[in-house]
């Protein structure tokens, strides 16, 4: 039985962003509240889709300042996302200072 049971999860490919989101989808259709409740299976899935939906909101962040640089100049982009890392701190600025020096390079 083990032997099938990892010739089985072998076969399985691992879930991505997409299909969780599309999942949430298909549940929220059929009014389920457990895939809003209960989340993913294990820890390390629910820390995965974490990394994910951050990994998501970033890069929707990042497609919305190119957008802002590209009508207000990218100097200036820059030098607003300096004040707010001046005034800001800790981990929730991470990814703001990464997409910063990106924009500081695209500049």
């Known amino acids: 039985m083990t032997a099938e049971r990892e010739a089985a999860t072998g076969a399985i490919r691992p879930a991505t962003m997409a299909d969780y989101l599309y999942w949430l989808r298909v549940k929220a259709n059929y009014e389920d509240v457990t895939v809003f409740s209960d989340g993913p299976p294990s820890d390390r899935e629910a820390t995965e889709v974490g990394a994910d939906l951050v990994a998501l909101a970033s890069a929707t962040l990042l497609v919305h300042e190119l957008r802002v640089a590209a009508i207000i100049d990218s100097d200036d982009l820059v030098k607003a996302m300096d004040t707010v890392l001046l005034h800001a701190s800790g981990e ?6 990464h997409r910063r020096d990106l924009h500081a390079r695209l500049s």
Do not use: Y
């Open 92 to 97: 929730s600025t991470d990814g703001l200072a």
